[in-house]
């Protein structure tokens, strides 16, 4: 018996590594030698294709498609219907397989519904991904961004909220309390 479930309809191919308390939903394909976290949830109709690596605690939502050189580390949300491209400049008749490039989303980060991440570029830290952005560069730590292409508007804490500075860069959050400061167009937690 697997410390993890999966629903009678998903498809999961050799070489998966599937941590404790990992669920996996209606319809969805882990491929081969992926390497999932303990305490994922894979929603419904999700593609995992070979190699991608999810950290602990990941939250997948249904539809979501993640390509071959894609990691997400622990506590990543990705939303519904959100795609990772994983080749700058695709062609049907041109085999790239070898060119796949590499993208990070960092702990904490959060993706939204229908987001775009285009391949090679990583998602810093507690970094809040709006619906529907494409985001065609970087992303730092705790950024807030939204749009196509992506921009940044503001900055938020690892729960979520946007984060509002005062003259000095000093800023609360109004969930947690935890504090954070902004110097030369970085946050950090302070406690």
């Known amino acids: 018996m697997s410390d993890f479930f999966a629903h009678e309809t998903a498809f999961i191919d050799e070489g998966c590594k599937i941590g404790k308390g ?16 303990e305490r994922c949830n894979i929603g419904q109709n999700v593609v995992i294709s070979p190699e991608v690596i999810l950290g602990n605690n ?7 498609s993640i390509y ?9 949300f990705l939303g ?3 795609v990772f491209t994983n080749v ?17 989303v960092k702990i904490g980060a959060s993706i939204g519904a229908n987001a775009t991440i285009v391949c090679g570029h990583d998602i810093g830290r507690f970094a809040f991904i709006g619906a529907g952005a494409v985001v065609t560069k970087n992303i ?10 992506a921009k940044q508007i503001g900055w938020v804490g690892e729960y979520g909220h946007r984060l509002i500075f005062d ?14 400061k902004l110097e030369n167009y970085s946050v950090t937690r302070i406690s």
């Open 80 to 82: 519904p219907s959100m």
């Open 140 to 149: 730092p730590d705790f950024a807030l961004v939204v749009g196509n292409p």
């Open 167 to 180: 003259e000095e860069g000093d800023a609360e959050c109004e969930e947690s309390k935890q504090k954070y």
């Open 88 to 104: 700058i400049n695709p062609r049907s008749a041109v085999n790239r397989k070898d060119q796949y490039a590499k993208t990070v």
């Open 58 to 64: 990941v939250k997948v939502q249904n539809n979501v």
């Open 68 to 76: 071959t050189g894609v990691i997400c580390e622990d506590d990543v």
């Open 22 to 37: 990992t669920k996996i939903w209606h319809f969805s394909h882990v491929m081969s030698n992926c390497s999932i976290g």
